[in-house]
């Protein structure tokens, strides 16, 4: 087999590589007060927590059981903590806020 005389075609042959055109300007970033809100509604706080492994790992071991998530369960034990001090529920204080 003998090769072609022709040269093989580019993959940018039909690409305008002058890149002297104008780009377009990116958009400014736009700040956090500016960001539009995952929850535009709703104000959620989002926080860390700093669990034991071992802990976490039972907390992943319960979810992945009930078909839940860890944060669930996490929100269930804030649920205890605001009854055993006589504290409004999570629904409540969503509710207040709210109206």
Do not use: C, W
């Not at 377009?24 to 104000?43: G, I």
């Not at 927590?49 to 071992?54: C, F």
């Amino acid at each position: 087999m003998s090769r072609s005389a022709q040269p093989r075609p580019s993959v940018f042959a039909d690409v305008d590589l002058n890149i002297a055109k104008e780009a377009p300007q990116p958009e400014p970033a736009q700040t956090a007060a500016e960001a539009p809100q995952a929850k535009a509604d709703k104000e959620v706080i989002k926080t860390s927590t700093y669990l034991p492994r071992p802990v976490h790992d039972v907390l992943r071991e319960i979810a992945f059981h009930e078909r839940s998530k860890v944060h669930d369960l996490l929100m269930e034990g804030v649920e205890h903590v605001l009854k055993s001090r006589r504290h409004p529920s999570v629904a409540e204080l969503k509710a207040q806020d709210g109206a």
